[in-house]
């Protein structure tokens, strides 16, 4: 029995012994994958300091693995995540592992000019034989890049709402449209301009039922002015630069509304158009009155120089009487007295001559014209008593 008891602990110290030498080849495996994981991994114990800080991490951060170990994870996180590390802490020593957690970890040497990092870790309780929770290993993601995206994505996506949605009267009117063509956007300035509601335009065709001939929301004035915006539209939608247009349509007070038109292409990260941008402008109060006196002037320019014209088509055939009468006179015997006035009276003629033929008008309403001097003048008017 002393033999057979001899053999058996020597069997089981040989089982120990190859036991012992599997688990440390196991561990020295973990140990060797977690060190050289492409993901950060750190570890800490039920105080919650760091026992572990692979080389991943070490990278990330700046921290050397003999600098991390021994320090406690509250320290090396970012003061805005200390709550969110400590409830996380709390909870895995309880057991409770979470999941998913972001959080921002402080960087050190070279690595601070970067800012911090922001990680979204998985929380995994140590347990030892008994069962009894000793540590929390935390497996990470770096999501770094992806905040700073998304952060500047919000911001935008801020300033996008701030500028389109504002009520403030410099902010144009502008409306928009998704890839399939529904209306997508439709700010307060629009809203002023038409009188139609924002919530009453969203997810409607643009065209056709926003804009469009019979039952649309802005009706348009014919079939050209629909075909002209939907070419407009389509050539933004295929990413081509459009310029501006006339662009007018029916308000829903019935007031006809004239303004240009500039649509530009929506994009996403990609680079692909999700949609078109259209912004209205239109000409401020003073710049229409402007207009308005303008379109006046041009009216009354316009008469005037049908009257001119008149005159001038009046004046022709008698003047041509006056010349042909001089011919006649020059071949009959004329004293001195008579050559003078004749002389005069051709020279007046050739002078009625240049303003009947002369082109500019608008000199001419303007009373204008550098080689007709008084003395001149004088002698037409005598001329004329004279006949």
């Known amino acids: 029995m002393d033999v057979d008891t001899k053999t058996i602990h020597a069997r089981l110290s040989d089982i120990k012994i190859e036991g012992m030498q599997e688990l440390e080849a196991v561990t020295s495996e973990m140990v060797r994958l977690i060190e050289t994981a492409t993901v950060p991994i750190l570890a800490v114990d039920v105080d919650g300091l760091v026992n572990g800080w ?48 972001q959080f921002e970890i402080k960087t050190h040497g070279s690595k601070s000019e970067g ?18 929770v000793v540590g929390v290993c935390f497996v990470g993601q770096d999501i770094t890049g992806q905040k700073m995206v998304m952060d500047k994505f919000t911001r935008i996506e801020g300033d996008y709402k701030a500028i389109v949605q504002n009520r403030n009267p410099l902010i144009p009117p502008i409306f928009g449209t998704d890839e399939f ?14 009188g139609w509601k924002r919530e009453e335009v969203l997810d409607k065709m643009l065209l056709g039922e926003v ?7 802005c009706r348009l004035k014919n079939q050209e002015a629909f075909v002209n915006l939907g070419v407009v539209l389509n ?16 308000a829903r007070t019935g007031k006809y509304v004239e303004c240009l038109l500039c ?5 996403d990260r990609e680079g692909a158009v999700t949609g078109v941008f259209c912004f209205l402008q239109l000409a401020s109060q003073e710049l229409q009155q402007a207009l308005h006196v ?19 088509k009046q004046v022709q055939n008698p003047l041509s009487g006056i010349i042909f009468s001089g011919k006649m006179m020059e071949e009959t015997e004329l004293g001195a007295e008579q050559k003078e006035l004749l002389h005069t009276s051709a020279q007046c003629q050739c002078q009625l001559s240049k303003i009947l033929n002369d082109s500019d008008l608008d000199s001419i309403i303007e009373g204008y014209d550098s080689d007709l001097d008084d003395s001149d003048s004088i002698r037409l008017i005598s001329l004329f008593f004279f006949y």
């Open 115 to 132: 800012g911090p990092i922001c990680l979204v870790v998985n929380a995994c309780a140590s347990r030892d034989l008994h069962e009894n």
């Open 263 to 267: 649509v530009s292409k929506k994009l």
């Open 54 to 101: 692979n080389t991943k991490i070490s990278e990330l951060t700046g921290l050397l693995v003999d600098k991390a170990i021994g320090k406690h994870l509250l320290t090396l996180v970012e003061d805005s995540s200390v709550d969110v590390v400590k409830r996380m802490l709390f909870l895995a020593l309880q057991g409770k592992e979470e999941q998913n957690i």
């Open 181 to 194: 063509g529904w209306c997508s956007e439709w700010n307060p300035a629009m809203k002023k301009l038409t």
């Open 294 to 312: 303008q379109r006046l002037s041009e009216q009354t320019a316009l008469k005037s120089l049908k009257a001119l014209a008149y005159i001038k």
């Open 211 to 217: 804009f469009g001939l019979n039952m649309a929301c």
């Open 235 to 250: 050539t933004a939608m295929t990413g081509q630069e459009s310029e501006k247009v006339s662009f007018g349509f029916f």
